[in-house]
């Protein structure tokens, strides 16, 4: 609507925007009213799956093939509708390279208008030229004007149908395109059916096929982002202003119009006849809808049981009219190339699958069993054919029983070529040859492979927007934040529990990613990489980490992305996956299209997203500095690290605890993050110094194992429902001394209802005076006397403290790292020499007397650590704290160990006023 407001007034363009416009708020309204239907738009007509028709495949005709998609549409379930987010993406997605490509809908396009009182203009104008055609001085023609120089009318299809053999790419670099056209109408010369022929229209109302329109209005159905589009075109054409011949891909019947048309069609839906081309599967997908897969040759050296499948699979779906195939050339060097044959980087179409026995056939086989496994292919130039084994060069198997059994082969598919128009140089290289596998696997780079979708008896899609602003640049870190799917299949049927295929399952996952603008390849820097991930899951839970799964994808500039599973779901009684959308170093925002086809029911469901952003959720914001950057536990100084306090003051059914550094969000944020660590120690709100000290251990959650730059935790519904109140938070590095920002998130699902307060706790001693003292246990001088039961408790160390006026008093005993029983920078933990210790705080006298029936159970106002019990095994060392404060007076502190044993320790005095202290 800005754009029309933008224009003046009298501007004939305003027109033309304000047609397009209501032709759009048509279509939106169409889908709105037609939701439940258009949820499963139509895929072309698939042949049919029983055996019985398969045997009498080329015999059924078109009309058939009407009759059983009525029966489809008639039994197929309501689809579920539209919802509003995914109208939104279909409409904006219907902006491709600057024109406007509306989601096809049969009831609606079925009433086009294409008799008009003046030859059509295509109101988006000309298809812009490549520059080969602009050099060429190309015109535009319409299709009466070049066709009465051939002393022909125009015609779209003509007699005898659709012919692969007489497709011919020009000047256009669009290899891929015309092979994709090549191997459409070889299908439906094989297989009888329509492919093509019922993409482009008028059609006639009695036989379904297209028809020239006089009138030079011409519509064209293209499977684009995510749905089928209407493309318009008129049937103006490049020509050459001096010759008259066509600059674009033809046929060798030259008033045949059908091959032009739709290579227009595609070329303005992408941006023009300087096309690049190069990828027969996205090609074949828009032309067909049928699922794109490809097979990189090189899975397949050395690799034979990996081969063997797949030619099984060829020559299986080929032959039952399953799949169409296409592939393409590496960079040959140019001089082998010319050698061999074959054009380098160049797409060819498969029109033949075949496999013969080399008994009594191959006189350079040793192996009567062996199997010769060929392939038939067209060069969509119509010329440049292979030159090596079982090609028309290799005179002794060509001219031998081998080329007489593939030339029948051949005419028992496709109608010969018309020759009558082609000069003596096509004669003798049509483009058409017979290609041994190994040949294959020695020049060619992929094998594109388009399935029939209606392999699959059950199919579902997904129409999603993808903010950018959603999850991290880099998502090594965690998938977490990213579109998510659960994937949950149905029981095993009663019926079908005891068959051997009970528990097994095929499933693919097409990922569509939506484009808007002109892709080149050499562009690298505007093009989003997108992949799948598959893991097993549970229904409705989110995958936070890329380990583990069933299937991890690769990034790939494709827009389509397809992940094929074979699966045994025997062991689950209802298995449930995750699937998990993935972009490389996300820089802007993404629609796509999820389509998910099985061969067992299905339900699937998009994972909701986390409100990390909602009222209710908590962000803090904080940094490992010099006196708290703490490290692990194995340190003594990881009771230095932050720690903050939650308080759920309402409940919700689970809890989310996130932490991140500041080099979460860069591009580069796995090589720039360190390792970090979350523990949630439930049930308290005071500072941790120790997670295992205490006769009722302390209930802690952790992250897991260190993780570069990102990690969590779930606080499940089990947990907070036993009456979770209070949770201490401790962020961590694996290393200390390791300074940073991070960011820590707590997030309650669902958001509505909760409340969370929090508080960053104070450091231990955190207003105090701190006294440190180091001693040592000695085994000469009889201060390392032990426990109680060695008779000689009272001949530990002592430290005699004075206070004048009442205060508080902790005091904490940590083990010094021992000189020469751990090696260098080794811990005492590592060693495994810290002993079991305790300190604890008595009433004295100014003498310093203690009995000798002290122990810690006598400890003044409970001041010892851990209730008197000994402690091993704790870097951060023990603490004693009496449950009152300090009255004026003489006070010992004692630390021991167990065992009498020599080691080195340090003791830290925190009093809240100044206190006087000596050892004695």
Known sequence: MQALHALPADDGARGAVREQLEYVIDHV?????????????????????????????????????????????????????????ELDVLRRSSQINGHLFVPWLDDLDALEKFSLPEPFDDPDGHVPLSAKQQKKGATWVRPSEYAAKCGHAPVMIARGGVNPLVVKQDIVTDCSFVASLCIAAAYEQRFQKRLITNIIFPADPR???????????????????????????????????????????????????????IEKAYLKLNGGYDFPGGNSGIDLFALTGWIPERVPVTELIDAPTKEERLWEQLKSAF?????????????????????????????????????LSSSDQDTESTNDDKKIRLLQVKNPWRKMSWKGPYSCHDK???????????????????????????????QQDDGLFWIDFESVKQYFESLYMNWNPELFPFKGVCHEHWPVELGPVNDSLTLGFNPQ???????????????????????????????????????????????????????????????????RGTYSNNPHTLVSLDLDLADHSEPSFTLVVSQYEKFAALDYTLSIFSTRQFTCEPIPQLATTSPTS???????????????????????????????????????????????????????????????????????????????????????????????????????????????????????????????RVVSDPAAGASIAYRQLPPEGHGME???????????????????????????????????????????????????????GESPTEAGVIPSINVSVFESTLSGDLLLSTNPKLAFAGATSAEGVYVSGSPSGVLAKASRRYPPGWYIILPSTFEPQELHFELRLYASTHVDVRSL
């Open 207 to 261: 036989t379904k096929h297209p028809v020239y329109n006089p009138f030079g209005k011409y519509v064209v159905k293209l499977w684009a982002n995510g749905v089928p589009r209407k493309v318009v075109i008129d049937d103006l054409l490049p020509a050459s202003a001096t010759s008259g011949q066509l600059l674009s891909s033809c046929t060798t019947r030259k008033n045949e119009l059908w091959v032009s048309l």
């Open 29 to 85: 309204s169409a889908l709105k009213r037609r939701a439940a239907d258009v949820a499963a738009l139509p895929w072309p007509e698939p042949p049919t799956r029983d055996k019985a028709a398969r045997a009498c495949a080329s015999s059924a005709g078109g009309a058939d093939v009407e009759k059983q998609q009525q029966q489809q549409q008639e039994t197929q379930p309501p689809g579920a509708a539209y919802t509003l987010q």
């Open 396 to 426: 002794d198997r060509w001219n031998g029983a081998i080329g007489h059994e593939l030339r029948s082969y051949q005419r028992q598919f496709y109608a010969a070529q018309e020759t009558e128009t082609e000069d003596a140089s096509e």
């Open 319 to 355: 032959h039952y009219g399953d799949c169409i195939i296409t592939m393409s050339t590496g960079d040959i060097p140019k001089q082998e190339a010319k050698a061999i044959g074959l054009v380098p980087m160049h797409v060819y179409a498969v029109l033949n699958v075949y496999e």
């Open 618 to 744: 908590i962000v803090i914001s904080s940094a490992w500095e010099t006196a708290c950057a703490g490290g692990r536990p194995f340190y003594s100084t990881f009771m230095n690290n932050p720690q903050f306090h939650l308080q759920l003051q309402k409940p919700c059914r689970s809890l989310f605890l996130f932490l991140e550094t500041e080099a979460f969000s860069s591009k580069d944020a796995k090589n720039a993050s360190f390792p970090i660590n979350l523990r949630a120690v439930l049930h308290t709100r005071e500072r941790v110094c120790d997670l295992h000290i205490g006769q009722e251990p302390l209930k802690v959650l952790s992250s897991g194992e260190y993780r570069p730059g990102f990690c969590f935790i779930e606080v499940d519904a089990a947990i907070l429902a036993s009456g979770v109140h209070d949770v201490v938070l401790i962020p961590s590095t694996f290393e200390q001394s390791v300074l940073g920002k991070f960011t820590l």
């Open 485 to 551: 799917y659960s994937l949950t299949f149905s029981k095993c049927p009663p019926t079908e529990a005891t068959t051997a295929s009970a528990g097994s399952c095929t499933v693919w996952v097409l990922l569509s990613r939506h484009v808007s603008t002109i892709e080149r390849d050499t562009d690298y820097s505007n093009q989003q990489f997108l992949t799948l991930h598959v893991y097993r899951g549970s229904p409705g839970k989110r995958v936070f980490y890329n380990h583990c799964a069933v299937s």
């Open 770 to 824: 701190l006294t440190r003292l180091h001693g040592m246990w000695d085994m000469q001088t009889g201060s390392a006397a032990g426990c109680s039961n060695y008779g000689c408790y009272t001949f530990n160390p002592k430290y005699l403290v004075h206070v004048t006026q009442e205060c508080d008093i902790l005091a904490r005993l940590l083990i010094l790292e021992p000189d020469a029983d751990a090696s260098p």
